[in-house]
């Protein structure tokens, strides 16, 4: 005989092993929550008040502002350019790193084993090398008096840095040349993984190379993907040395600022340490929405994430 079982008492297993992860997680939520919330919470307090010069030496007290701080950043003409400079050559050095990225990545599968060393070992140096080196090293190769770069293609004195657009381009350079690696290394990982069968079919149905990484490899590997297209985003929003190393803090007139760096300027160059504040906590809100957002777009989509 079968004893119905209520539905209100029965026992419900997916709950507990929905708090099981969460668990085992506990102990780096909370590591990471005293590394990273009082700051995040320190910045956002800080955005709130008068807070200058006057207020850190105790000369005068600190005055509460709201949103003030807030509305004058809105109404300042030059952050709204350094913002959109700041989208536009984040997304560049995105796509390019991307790019070289997955195309080295798809390189080292095809060559043989001592090349694809020496090929990871290059990479790997170019990752491992201090931003403010690497940025020095790119100045000396693009240097208008002494540089190779000048001399090999005939440009004479040709200054680099002097023009806006041309200064971006330079750093984007250094940029992409320090953050291909970590994409490469992920994605070859991924490509690794990925049953032999399958390129084989593929190979044998007359697919291109082209044709196998965006109808085999890309969609199988969309979830590495997301990862390394999240972490260059965040990477490349909050350049900072690359840009200030390069362009002697900003470029001629500030025409190569990004918001890192104008909130550098702002902070510790004008002491308006309060107003700093509250540009960091635009940045933060921003990437935040970008991440969040794609990863709402890839869920819509039915990827596993």
């Given at each position: 005989?079968t004893?119905p079982?209520?539905?209100g008492t029965?026992?419900r297993?997916w709950?507990?092993r ?12 909370v590591v990471l929550g ?7 919470y320190q910045?956002?307090?800080?955005s709130l008040f008068?807070y200058t010069?006057a207020q850190?030496s ?6 509460f502002?709201g949103?003030?701080?807030?509305a004058a950043?809105?109404r300042?003409?030059?952050f ?5 400079a700041?989208v536009?050559f984040?997304?560049?050095c995105?796509?390019c790193?991307l790019a070289?990225g997955?195309?080295?990545a798809v390189?080292?599968t095809?060559?043989?084993a ?10 790997l ?5 201090p ?11 693009f240097d ?6 000048n001399r090999?293609?005939g440009?004479?004195d040709?200054s680099?840095t ?7 381009f330079l750093?984007?350079?250094e940029?992409?040349?320090c953050?291909f ?6 994605v ?6 990925v049953?032999a ?5 593929a190979?044998?149905d007359?697919a291109?190379?082209w044709?196998v990484?965006?109808s085999?490899?890309?969609?199988m590997l969309r979830p590495i993907?997301v990862?390394?297209?999240?972490q260059?985003?965040?990477?490349d929003f909050?350049?900072?040395?690359q840009i ?9 007139a500030?025409?190569?600022l990004?918001l890192n ?7 510790f ?10 540009i ?8 935040l929405?970008?991440?969040?957002g794609y990863?709402?777009?890839?869920r819509?989509q039915?990827?596993?994430?």
């Amino acid at each position: 005989m079968t004893v119905p079982v209520n539905p209100g008492t029965a026992p419900r297993p997916w709950r507990r092993r929905s708090r099981t992860p969460w668990l085992y997680l506990a102990p780096a939520l909370v590591v990471l929550g005293g590394l990273l919330g009082y700051p995040i919470y320190q910045l956002g307090l800080i955005s709130l008040f008068h807070y200058t010069q006057a207020q850190v030496s105790g000369g005068e007290p600190t005055r509460f502002e709201g949103l003030g701080n807030y509305a004058a950043l809105f109404r300042d003409e030059q952050f709204w350019q350094v913002l959109l400079a700041t989208v536009g050559f984040a997304a560049a050095c995105v796509v390019c790193t991307l790019a070289v990225g997955c195309a080295l990545a798809v390189l080292l599968t095809r060559v043989r084993a001592v090349p694809r060393l020496a090929l990871m070992l290059a990479a790997l140096g170019a990752w491992a090398t201090p931003a403010i080196t690497g940025s020095t090293v790119w100045l000396f190769l693009f240097d208008a008096d002494f540089g190779p770069v000048n001399r090999v293609l005939g440009l004479g004195d040709h200054s680099w840095t002097y023009g806006r657009f041309s200064a971006f381009f330079l750093v984007l350079l250094e940029v992409v040349w320090c953050s291909f690696p970590f994409v490469m290394v992920t994605v070859y990982a991924g490509i690794r993984a990925v049953p032999a069968e399958v390129l084989e079919a593929a190979s044998l149905d007359g697919a291109s190379q082209w044709r196998v990484w965006r109808s085999v490899l890309a969609p199988m590997l969309r979830p590495i993907l997301v990862v390394v297209t999240i972490q260059s985003v965040i990477w490349d929003f909050k350049v900072f040395t690359q840009i200030y190393v390069m362009t002697g803090g900003g470029g001629i007139a500030g025409q190569n600022l990004v918001l890192n760096v104008y909130a550098y300027q702002q902070a510790f160059a004008s002491s308006q340490y309060s107003l700093g504040a509250a540009i960091g906590v635009v940045m933060l809100l921003i990437l935040l929405a970008v991440t969040l957002g794609y990863l709402r777009l890839l869920r819509r989509q039915g990827e596993e994430l």
